[in-house]
């Protein structure tokens, strides 16, 4: 009995998805919770899991197709009409296919018996098991003509009655070739029920007694490939962080996958062996596999080149910046941080200083935290800091509601819990929605400000450069003096229409005094 999986609701809003990519094809087996494909909206990126466990019978809706919500995808049963290796016979209707006039009774143990060849189950890969091929190619004369169908006291596996059932012969290349039993270069082992024997490929050559072994052996490549083939974003991501090759790893999880856990031990090895070697020459040149390709935009790709499009149409954009020293940040921030992440469980960045001052100006200042509708200007009553966050699909920026009521502990928890499952695709749609400011951290990559874009109906992003220590002229005792510093620069981009420059400075300006005069003890929140 099979049962249909349908695309579930993704979300306020959302009536309809895209399926962009199949994690599995029919003949697999898949256990509950396991993904299936990837669907994307107008909002998210997501997997879509099984909610039952069984062999995937027939796909249903192609990659690059958009249905509705309620949609059944995929049928899953328990295999028993799908191609895999249960079917007991080859249905009457691919006798046809044959050359031999008429069927012929397996005979136990033939002194010559017909090539075989692999059975071609539709779908891309081989069957579990082989059968022999009914008759030669009609272009030459078979010795003995080979059974059409296996008898049915001893059924073979084959694809179901919907499959095309393909018998390729190699060594019967041409017209003028040699018969096919001369191919073998030499005799193989006598099996005790020859109607079974699983026959390999003549450029494998296996022995029917070692060809039950060639199918896990196939299913554990097939494993590996997949793994290999399909990663989710966090852990490319974390494996290009750590220097970790992913073709090295063989993954812990469900199907081989790897696995997050998997990459951070082959990191913790590296480092180990590598703690008493010389300081390594630089790195070689990675070149991207993408260059000289060309790809089709993903549909997330193309709803932020819309956006961004919309909105620079629809607004009057510009960027204020300040310096900040964030010595005494840096200074308090080391002094808790081990505590912080022993009590939290969480490391302690500079990010949650930066959105507790910005939530706290917000309040201070709402034009900043204001939308647009028609000739009206709305204040919302709270702060939902939006969160850029960089993933291989594009930039996402989940939603911290209600950061204005936050500590330190909890907008550091929320940020990382946020952008672990953008970054893992496990976000739910209305996470990404009902933002009202956005904050992007273009320094966690090296920049020292960026001129960050307003998203509408957002009117204004605080971008965050990097941190760095350089020397810069301070006041001591009256003097001033040359020290050393650690010093950020803070971009305000907004929409002119409704956000003057002296709004954005006064902004600004209280973001740079809070994390200047470094205050924050009665905000940690541990």
């Given amino acids: 009995m099979s049962e249909s999986v349908n695309l579930p609701a993704l979300g306020e809003s959302v009536t309809e998805g895209t399926v962009t990519r199949w994690l599995k094809s029919v003949g697999d087996r898949v256990e509950v919770d396991e993904p299936l494909l990837e669907v994307s909206t107008d909002k998210v990126d997501t997997e879509i899991p099984s909610p039952v466990a069984g062999v995937i019978e027939e796909i249903l809706v192609a990659e690059d197709e958009t249905v509705d919500v309620g949609t059944a995808l995929v049928r899953i049963g328990d295999g028993s009409s799908s191609g895999g290796s249960e079917t007991p016979s080859v249905p009457e209707e691919a006798a046809p296919a044959a050359s031999a006039p008429e069927p012929v009774s397996v005979q136990p143990a033939p002194p010559a018996p ?8 539709g779908y891309g890969d081989q069957a579990a098991a082989e059968a022999p091929a009914p008759a030669a190619p009609a272009q030459e004369t078979p010795p003995a003509p080979a059974p059409a169908a296996p008898a049915p006291a001893a059924p073979a596996e084959v694809p179901s009655p919907d499959a095309p059932v393909e018998a390729e012969a190699a060594p019967a290349a041409s017209p ?25 490929p003549p450029a494998a050559a296996p022995t029917p007694s070692t060809a039950p072994e060639a ?41 081989g996958r790897i696995r997050k856990e998997d990459v951070l031990a082959a990191a913790e090895k590296a480092t180990v062996a590598g703690t008493s070697a010389p300081a390594k020459a630089a790195e070689p040149l990675v070149v991207s596999e993408l260059r000289g390709t060309t790809v089709k935009m993903s549909r997330l790709r193309k709803v932020i080149a819309e956006r961004a499009v919309i909105s620079m149409q629809s607004s009057a954009q510009l960027t204020s910046v300040v310096e900040v020293d964030v010595t005494k940040v840096a200074q308090f921030r080391d002094s808790v941080k081990s505590d912080f992440q022993q009590k939290t469980g969480q490391k302690l960045s500079f990010l949650p200083f930066f959105a507790l001052a910005a939530a706290e100006a917000l309040k201070s200042y709402p034009i900043i935290n204001a939308t647009v509708e028609g000739d009206s200007i709305v204040y919302p009553d709270t702060e939902n ?25 909890g907008l550091a928890g929320q940020i990382a819990d946020l952008a672990a499952r953008t970054r893992d695709n496990k976000l739910k749609p209305d996470e990404l929605a009902g933002g009202t400011f956005t904050l992007t951290n273009t320094g966690s990559r090296g920049a020292l400000f960026d001129t960050p874009l ?57 973001v740079k005094n809070r994390l200047e005069a470094g205050d924050f003890a009665a905000n940690l929140g541990i």
């Fill in 385 to 409: 800091i939006s969160i850029a966050v960089d993933t291989e699909r594009g930039l996402l920026t989940p939603v911290v509601r209600d950061a204005g009521s936050l500590d330190l502990a």
């Fill in 454 to 510: 307003v998203f509408l109906p957002q009117v204004a992003i605080l971008g965050t450069g990097i941190v760095v220590k350089r020397p810069v002229v301070v006041k001591v005792d009256g003097s001033e003096a040359i020290a050393i510093r650690s010093m950020v620069y803070l971009a305000l981009s907004y929409d002119h229409r409704i956000v003057d420059g002296a709004d954005a400075a006064r902004f600004l300006v209280q």
């Fill in 215 to 255: 199918a896990p052996a196939e299913s554990e490549s097939g494993s590996h490939a997949s793994a290999s083939g399909y990663v989710t974003p966090i852990v490319r991501k974390l494996a290009n962080d750590k220097g970790v090759d992913l073709g090295s790893l063989t993954g812990t999880g469900v199907g």
């Fill in 176 to 200: 003028a070739a040699p018969p096919a039993p001369a191919a073998p270069a030499a005799p193989q082992p006598p099996a005790p029920e020859p109607d079974h024997t699983v026959a390999q």
């Fill in 114 to 121: 017909a090539p075989s060849a692999p059975v071609e189950t």
